[in-house]
Structure formats: structure tokens, C-alpha cells
């Protein structure tokens, strides 16, 4: 019983350290989004976009996945890390520049979208990307 008891410390160690770290995370994307509103704020782009202004930041958009790609083939981790934060930076941004009510809906329906997928429902298909199961399987 003394390996069962040190595997259950060693168990809630580790579930304690990832808690902690995925708090860190979490504040992290906080104080990102705040970084993103604070940009907008000092160039004026901190009002609601015209569907052109959004339009515009299409191609911005794809830059930032276009450069996450080239690292993730050629770079390393911490690279491929800050290509990743570039591309969720642009993507908060324009949320940001969403109607609020709008924006805050839109992620509230997003985040209980894909909370209620499960094993049971969805799959990962052969593109990585996890996805509805077939009625007919």
C-alpha cells in the first residue's frame, strides 16, 4: 500500500500543478484580451467595425495563420508559441470590435456548443478536427 499511497501524492500533485498552470493560462488570455482592447483604444479602433473594417482584417488574419504554419514546419516550440498568441491576438481583436451584446452571445453559444461534445457525438476525423458522428456509422 505505500507505492498506492505515494502514486494518489503523486497523482494530486501533478492534477494540483496543472490546475495551477491552467489558472496562469487563463489569466493570461484575460490580461491578452486587455492587451488587444488597450492597442484598439490607442489607435481608435475601439468602436463597432463596418462589415468593410472587418472585411479588412481578413487578410491580417491569414498572415498571422500563414506565419503560425511556416513556424510550426520550420521553428521551434517558443516560436510556434508566440505565431499561436499572434494569431488568437488578431482573432480577439475582432471580437472586440463586435456589437458587445453580439460578441458576449457569440461566445457564450461557441463555448456551450462545444461543451456538450462527446465521445458519444462527435469523433476526430482524419483532418484532426473533431466533428460530428456520422448518423450512418
Do not use: W
Not at 14 to 20: I, L, P
Not at 129 to 136: G, M, Q, V
Request: net charge negative; with cysteine.
Amino acid at each position: 500500500i505505500p507505492y498506492l499511497k505515494n502514486s494518489l501524492i503523486t497523482t494530486t500533485c501533478n492534477h494540483k500543478k496543472r490546475e495551477v498552470i491552467m489558472d496562469t493560462l487563463i489569466t493570461k488570455f484575460t490580461d491578452l484580451a486587455n492587451s488587444v482592447n488597450s492597442l484598439h483604444e490607442r489607435f481608435n479602433m475601439d468602436g463597432v467595425a463596418t462589415r468593410n473594417e472587418l472585411l479588412e482584417r481578413i487578410p491580417i488574419q491569414a498572415e498571422e495563420v500563414n506565419e503560425l504554419e511556416q513556424a510550426v514546419l520550420t521553428e521551434n516550440p517558443i516560436d510556434i508559441a508566440n505565431e499561436a498568441v499572434d494569431v488568437l491576438y488578431v482573432a480577439i481583436g475582432t471580437i472586440l470590435r463586435l456589437e458587445k451584446n453580439l460578441a458576449n452571445q457569440a461566445i457564450q453559444q461557441v463555448i456551450e456548443k462545444n461543451d456538450t461534445k462527446t465521445s458519444k457525438t462527435h469523433h476526430i476525423n482524419d483532418k484532426g478536427k473533431i466533428t460530428r458522428i456520422p448518423k450512418d456509422v
